[in-house]
Structure formats: C-alpha cells, structure tokens
C-alpha cells in the first residue's frame, strides 16, 4: 500500500508556521481504521483524506481525522485540502476561480 500525502502549514506565508494539516489527496481504497491509524502515527492536529468517489470533475468526498477521532467538520482542514488539489494537479486551475465540492 502506497499513498502519497502532502503537510500543509495552513494560514502563515512561513514554512513550519500556521496549522499543520496532513493531506492525503487519493485516499480511495483506505478503510475508516486505516485512516484512524494514519492519523494518529502522523499525530498532527487533524488529518484529511479525499476520495474520488463523485464522476463530477470539482466533485470530492474528504474525511478528517484527529489522532484520536474521526472529526464531523474542520475549517483548516478543508483549506489545506483545497490548496492541495490545486498544487498537486489532482484539481484543474484553469480560470481565476475554481470551485469544489467537498
């Protein structure tokens, strides 16, 4: 099992500053326990993962995970998440606006 993932430090403009968030932005195929192991080995205040489970193109599931719980909702978190689509080319920037649906 391989995934790739990307920590975010979530409003500051310095790196090692703001909120660290993990991003995992191709979680398919990660189970609810999978993801509670992850989350708390990486031990950051919360951690998010993005499924691709929508055929819309701006469409995507995401989970967030605390080390200790699944979270109901998180506002950093879905920035990092954002951020992340968008820097790794999972999430197409083509106008100056680009909406998602988590």
């Known amino acids: 099992m391989k995934y790739t993932y990307y920590i975010t430090d979530v409003f500051t403009q310095q790196p ?3 909120a660290q968030i ?12 999978k993801m509670a192991l992850i989350a708390r080995e990486l031990n950051l205040s919360e951690t998010v993962f993005i499924f ?12 967030i995970f605390s080390p200790l719980a699944e979270v ?6 879905i920035i990092a998440a954002g951020y992340v689509l ?10 100056s606006i680009t909406p998602i649906i988590f």
């Open 16 to 18: 090692f500053n703001g």
């Open 22 to 33: 993990a991003v995992f932005p191709q979680a398919d195929g990660l189970s609810a326990e």
């Open 52 to 63: 691709h489970t929508s055929k819309a193109a701006n469409t995507r599931r995401m989970r």
């Open 72 to 77: 109901d909702f998180g506002g950093h978190p």
């Open 86 to 95: 968008g820097l790794s080319g999972d999430l197409a920037l083509s106008a």
